[in-house]
């Protein structure tokens, strides 16, 4: 019996070696195709000039590139009564220093490798967005602190009662907002993302509970949320319920082009209730938001503008870009304007 029990322990253990050599093999073949990535998007080792203007966007430093793209609009193309609601941005201070702090970001090699190998492991069981709560990362960029003063029409020193900021993600662009506000309340379906901002100390809701409240919102700031609910028009109209009667202002990001989908785990669905945009370009597509969501739930656009909506990068790209369409709406039957305090 001794013989064999012998064998047995030797084939176990020569098992063990064999599964931890594949393991180790594979972590080393994952490092060296992540670092392959990082040097074939790095941008001069592509000889395609078709695919160098595709990437040149995301990959390169600011000071090199055509940033007024990201901020630019045809009025020729708007709606006629859009025009005049259009407020034109550019690039200023806030914006560069969140492009610049995920460029530094991104050249920590070793933590980006972190990063991606945990990404790559959590990814089919939950939602890239509480794999960012979890590492701590993925930060968003809306607008800046001077832009949100100006979509709004405020002063620096405005304040009202009360913002809700739905979807709110790690609070970053609601830290933005928050100053102007007494009290800052906000829902969040990641459990990674709620921790986060409870640490920032901001009041947190469910996300059925918001109407329930028994009080009113000055401001509703409803961020890149409506693609990827499942109810978006059912959504609006109990914003529009939820506002101050008069005075109460929602502020509304959409992605443009405007594509509606659900990440549930880690898969995405298509929503219950799909809204497809007509029109190809930025201004069409605005023009279809405007006309057939917003306007078929009462609400009417009082300013909007053109932003980067950006993201922090990985191993692979410095940044992420998105365009957003940024609006502030008000309801069709308020005339009042926003009250400064």
Request: charge should be neutral; include cysteine; charged fraction near 25%.
């Amino acid at each position: 019996m001794k013989p064999q029990r012998s064998m047995v322990s030797l084939i176990s253990s020569r098992a063990v070696q064999l599964r931890t050599l594949l393991f180790v093999g594979w972590v080393v073949g994952y490092v060296a195709f992540l670092l392959s990535i990082r040097r074939m998007w790095t941008g001069k080792y592509i000889r395609n000039p078709v695919v160098r203007s595709l990437l040149v966007n995301m990959l390169s430093d600011l000071d090199t590139i055509d940033v007024t793209k990201w901020y630019r609009c045809n009025p020729d193309l708007l709606e006629e009564s859009l025009r005049p609601l259009f407020i034109q941005n550019q690039l200023d201070a806030d914006t560069r220093a969140f492009v610049e702090q995920s460029e530094e970001k991104s050249t920590y090699l070793f933590t980006q490798i972190y990063y991606s190998l945990v990404s790559t492991i959590l990814s089919p069981l939950v939602s890239r967005t509480s794999i960012n709560g979890f590492l701590g990362r993925g930060s968003m960029f809306v607008f800046s602190k001077n832009q949100f003063q100006q979509l709004l029409r405020i002063e620096p020193d405005w304040v009202a009662d009360r913002l809700l900021d739905l979807g709110a993600g790690d609070g970053g662009v609601t830290k933005v907002m928050a100053p102007h506000f007494t009290e800052v309340y906000v829902t969040e379906v990641s459990l990674t993302m709620k921790r986060r901002l409870r640490k920032k100390k901001f009041k947190l809701l469910g996300i059925d509970a918001w109407q329930e409240t028994g009080f009113k919102y000055d401001v509703i700031s409803c961020l890149n949320l409506l693609d990827r609910c499942d109810d978006p028009l059912g959504l609006l109209k109990d914003i529009r319920q939820s506002l101050v009667p008069g005075t109460g202002r929602l502020i509304m990001a959409a992605v443009i082009p405007f594509q509606p989908w659900l990440e549930i785990g880690g898969r995405w669905e298509r929503p219950r209730e799909y809204i497809k945009i007509q029109g190809k370009t930025w201004e069409e597509q605005v023009n279809g938001l405007t006309n057939e969501v917003f306007r078929k739930v009462g609400f009417e656009v009082e300013s909007f503008t053109r932003l980067p909506y950006l993201c922090e990068g990985d191993i692979a790209r410095d940044y992420y870009l998105l365009d957003d369409a940024v609006f502030v709406l008000k309801s069709s039957d308020d005339q009042c304007e926003v009250p400064v305090r």
